[in-house]
Structures are given as structure tokens and as C-alpha cells.
């Protein structure tokens, strides 16, 4: 039997207003998808990643899905996606009709391989979309490069990257449009919940129309596009603005934590992903590679074994049941989902959670 669980991977922080801005919308029977968090919600994420506006949605997943079909992109079309993802990017591909292409990653950076994508354009390809993995930056200025080069959308999953930047650039507005999740393990959260950032005044009426159902302009009860019910509730919207409140802090804490692990983990035959020079890293998931693929599980089960839980690097999308076609040259991928593991990152685990943590890595490997 497993001992029981001491610290987990993630963990929110909900000790801001958030029970406050709740008990407002309770108070004022606003709970569905219209009231004032939703707008103060919305404005103060745009605000604070430096883009002209953002949407609220009711997950991250259905923001990508939102994304693209904002976009136009579907049957016949190409995107290429990192192998390396969590599987939502890929899924939103499939939503849409359109065809996903698998490029690989970066073996330093875990990012897509920026190569690789120019190697994979082909005269159906429509768009790109870029994953910031684990708080880490893709190459966005390369990207934007080879989508304006090749006359291709591109697209930022920031799912993982609240508090990511390039230069003094928050990601989210180097694409045409981009997306963020607030699930509870992300750096802030809403419980489920989304944002989609697009940046063409055309782009961002588009989506707000597809979101609530495809209502027309100018008539009630009238819809002339296939649209989604795609809202976030005001509720959502409420805990997400008192957690957006606190995101400076939760980074700051985050960053704290990615510099114990980086000292106490030092000399071990571990390699930790980094902040790239020029970036800062968000360190949503503090992570590192063993040396070996066969050396993965065993420091993994080592640490359940003290009560610590940790998750494996996504196994690479191209390897699952419904996207095995075959796809080759994605190598990188596949080794860094064999040798990558996340650790404990969530804000409040502190120093002495990550001497714990590291307490128990040292100890399997002196074993
Ligand atoms: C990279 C990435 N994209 C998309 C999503 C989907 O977000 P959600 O779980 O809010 O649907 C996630 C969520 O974990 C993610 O990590």
C-alpha cells in the first residue's frame, strides 16, 4: 500500500478575496456568465500580459478550440503541434477537421524544435502552434519569422505560462491569437476555466460571437454562425480575479522554489530545465531529466515512497492511440517523455518543502 500522499504536486492558494468575490456574486445572484467579474476579470488578465483584450472561457481547452475556429482553420488544413504537449493542442486540431502535423522539441529547451516546423510546412500547412511548456518560452521571435515568411497563422497555447516572457514581452502576444488555462493546478486558477487573447480587432469580435452561441450583431435570439456556448461564469471569474491579484506573488514564490531545487539538487547526475538567457521562466512545473530512461520510474516510485508525488513529462502525442500515424523524426520527444519528471511547484511548498523533497531524491540516489 502506498504511504499517504505529504506533499503534492500542486496545490491552489486560495487565501486572497477570492471567498469574498464569491459571497458578492452569491449576494447579488449573478452566478451564470454575466456580471462584473467577468469584465474585471477579463480586462485586468489583458492588462497584465500587456495585450488589447481578453476573453473568458470556461477551460482551456475549449479557448484552443475557440482559437481555431476563430481562425478558420478545418478540413484540409495542416497545423503543426509539438509532439511533446499536454494532448489538448492536438485534440483542438481534430475539433476543428483539420489535420495535425507532429514537429519535435528542442532538447534543451523541451520547446518546439523551431527547425523542425520549417522542416515540416508543406503547401497545406495553415498554421503553427506554439506550446509553452512547464513556464518555459518557445522560440517565439523565430516562429513569427517562419509563419510570416511561409504566410502562416500562429498560435500560443499558454496554458502553462502565465508569468512567461521574451525580453520584457509577456507570451500570449507574439501570435495571432492565444490561450491560457486556469485549472487548478495552473498558476492561477478559476477552478476550470480559460482565456483566449486575440490580437486582430476582426479576430476578437469573431471569437466573442463563436463563444456565445454565434448571436448576429444586430437581432435577438437570432444566430447566423455555428457558434459555442464557450462562457465562464461570474463565479469563476471571481476567484480568478482574486488570484490574478496575487499571480506577481505565486511567481515570485515559484521562482523561489526553482532556485532551492537548482541548489540542493546540485552534483546529482540530474538536469534540471532551466531558464533560457532572455527569458524569464515561469517554473509552472519545477522539472528535471534523469540521465537514463530506465532511471525515470524508480526515482519517481522513491519519492511516492516518501509521500511525495510527481508526474511524468507528457508522453509524446504522436505515440497515442488516435495520432499514431507513423510519424517519424520526433526522437527528441520521445526520449525527453522516457527521462523527464515534474516536481512538487505549487507556490506555498516553500524551501523547507523542497529540502524535503530533494532529502528524499539524495537519499534513493546514495541507495
Ligand atoms: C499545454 C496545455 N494546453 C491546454 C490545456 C487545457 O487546459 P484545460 O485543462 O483548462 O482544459 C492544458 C491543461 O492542462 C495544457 O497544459
Redesign the pocket.
Known amino acids: 500500500m502506498l504511504p499517504p500522499l505529504l506533499i503534492p504536486i500542486y496545490q491552489p492558494d486560495l487565501g486572497g478575496k477570492e471567498k469574498a468575490y464569491v459571497n458578492q456574486c452569491l449576494d447579488s445572484t449573478w452566478i451564470s456568465s454575466k456580471g462584473e467579474f467577468i469584465e474585471r476579470f477579463q480586462a485586468g488578465f489583458a492588462s497584465y500580459i500587456g495585450a488589447p483584450n481578453a476573453l473568458a472561457v470556461s477551460?482551456?481547452?475549449?479557448?484552443?478550440h475557440l482559437a481555431l475556429a476563430t481562425l478558420g482553420l478545418g478540413a484540409g488544413d495542416e497545423v503543426i503541434v509539438p509532439s511533446l504537449?499536454?494532448v489538448?493542442?492536438v485534440n483542438a486540431i481534430r475539433y476543428v477537421g483539420a489535420t495535425p502535423v507532429f514537429a519535435d522539441a528542442d532538447p534543451v529547451t523541451w520547446q518546439v524544435s523551431v527547425a523542425d516546423v520549417a522542416a515540416r510546412i508543406t503547401p497545406r500547412t495553415r498554421a503553427i502552434i506554439a506550446?509553452?511548456?512547464y513556464g518555459q518560452a518557445c522560440d517565439m521571435l523565430a516562429l513569427a519569422a517562419i509563419a510570416n515568411a511561409h504566410g502562416l497563422l500562429l498560435i500560443e497555447?499558454c496554458?502553462?505560462a502565465l508569468g512567461t516572457r521574451i525580453g520584457d514581452r509577456h507570451v500570449g502576444t507574439f501570435g495571432d491569437i492565444a490561450?491560457f488555462?486556469?485549472?487548478g493546478?495552473?498558476t492561477i486558477t478559476t477552478g476550470?476555466?480559460?482565456m483566449v487573447v486575440a490580437r486582430g480587432a476582426a479576430h476578437q469580435k469573431l471569437a466573442l460571437k463563436l463563444r456565445g452561441q454565434g448571436l448576429a450583431d444586430d437581432r435577438e435570439y437570432w444566430h447566423d454562425v455555428v457558434g459555442f456556448n464557450f462562457r465562464m461564469t461570474n463565479i469563476c471569474a471571481a476567484i480568478g480575479l482574486a488570484q490574478l491579484e496575487r499571480a506577481d506573488e505565486f511567481l515570485a514564490q515559484k521562482r523561489t522554489l526553482a532556485e532551492a531545487y537548482a541548489r540542493e539538487l546540485q552534483g546529482l547526475p540530474l538536469e534540471l530545465h532551466a531558464e533560457v538567457a532572455g527569458t524569464t521562466h515561469s517554473f509552472w512545473m519545477c522539472s528535471l531529466l534523469t540521465e537514463q530512461p530506465s532511471q525515470r520510474d524508480p526515482l519517481r516510485r522513491a519519492l511516492r515512497d516518501h509521500g511525495i508525488e510527481t508526474r511524468p513529462v507528457f508522453h509524446p502525442v504522436h505515440t497515442m492511440p488516435m495520432y499514431a500515424q507513423g510519424q517519424t523524426g520526433l526522437a527528441v520527444s520521445v526520449e525527453l517523455g522516457a527521462r523527464g519528471i515534474n516536481l512538487p511547484s505549487w507556490p506555498g511548498l516553500g524551501e523547507a518543502g523542497v529540502q524535503t523533497v530533494c532529502t528524499a531524491i539524495r537519499a534513493h540516489f546514495q541507495d
Open positions: 477551460n482551456g481547452t475549449v479557448a484552443l504537449t499536454y489538448a493542442p506550446v509553452h511548456l497555447d496554458a502553462e490561450t488555462s486556469f485549472f493546478n495552473k476550470e476555466g480559460g
